[in-house]
């Protein structure tokens, strides 16, 4: 598993917020880059947004397709302008939203559901057109057991609950390394 240093997290952290503001004040992204092979890599990466407690936004990519870095200013912007769930990000919100990320690791085939374990594992599930992901930290905070995890994770997809148990189904399960400002701030 993924394990950042607080250098690392903060500099992410740091890197969506200020994302989402120089989108919010139509201007380019001036941060530098760190030395950091991390940055680099091409990893799956989700950026969380909560206002006083409360989702504001979530949008993220499983599997990687850029640098994390890019990843993190591509994920913080969808999160904050694109979840078709919410309103945009206005810029009086800014300082009151607390990011989270979540880097993912690859994901891994569930062949059987003993393989899961609520709170360590994130779940995705695919049949036919339909996907639908829940992050590792979604079963924790809903006090879910797993199968009542599992069946959310249909439900997200649009598919009825225990489609997770249908064999034209791919359940996958992942890891994740979360971190949130608020956790940042708290240390």
């Given at each position: 598993?993924?394990?950042?240093?607080?250098?690392?997290k903060?500099?992410l952290?740091?890197?969506?917020?200020?994302?989402?503001?120089?989108?919010?004040?139509?201007?380019?992204?001036?941060?530098?880059?760190?030395?950091?092979?991390?940055y680099?890599?091409?990893?799956?990466?989700?950026v969380?947004?909560?206002?006083?407690g409360?989702?504001r936004?979530?949008?993220?990519?499983v599997?990687?397709?850029?640098?994390?870095?890019?990843?993190?200013?591509?994920?913080?912007?969808a999160?904050?302008?694109?979840?078709?769930?919410?309103?945009?990000?206005q810029?009086d919100?800014?300082?009151?939203?607390?990011?989270?990320?979540?880097?993912?690791?690859?994901?891994?085939?569930?062949?059987?559901?003993?393989?899961?374990?609520?709170?360590?594992?994130?779940?995705?599930?695919?049949?036919g057109?339909?996907?639908?992901?829940l992050?590792p930290?979604?079963?924790?905070?809903?006090?879910w057991?797993?199968h009542?995890?599992?069946?959310?994770?249909?439900?997200?997809?649009?598919?009825?609950?225990?489609?997770?148990?249908d064999?034209?189904?791919?359940?996958?399960?992942?890891?994740?390394?979360?971190?949130?400002?608020k956790?940042?701030?708290?240390?």
């Amino acid at each position: 598993m993924l394990e950042l240093n607080i250098e690392q997290k903060k500099f992410l952290l740091n890197l969506a917020r200020e994302s989402i503001k120089a989108k919010l004040e139509s201007c380019s992204l001036e941060i530098e880059k760190p030395e950091d092979e991390l940055y680099e890599r091409k990893l799956g990466a989700f950026v969380t947004l909560h206002k006083f407690g409360q989702l504001r936004g979530c949008i993220g990519q499983v599997i990687p397709q850029m640098s994390l870095f890019d990843t993190i200013v591509e994920m913080a912007k969808a999160a904050a302008f694109g979840d078709p769930r919410f309103p945009n990000i206005q810029t009086d919100e800014v300082d009151n939203i607390d990011i989270e990320i979540s880097i993912l690791s690859e994901l891994v085939r569930v062949n059987d559901i003993d393989e899961i374990k609520v709170g360590r594992d994130g779940l995705l599930i695919r049949k036919g057109m339909y996907s639908g992901l829940l992050l590792p930290q979604v079963a924790t905070e809903q006090n879910w057991d797993k199968h009542t995890f599992l069946d959310h994770t249909c439900l997200k997809a649009g598919l009825t609950p225990g489609s997770w148990q249908d064999p034209q189904s791919e359940l996958y399960r992942f890891t994740a390394e979360i971190f949130s400002e608020k956790e940042i701030k708290n240390n």
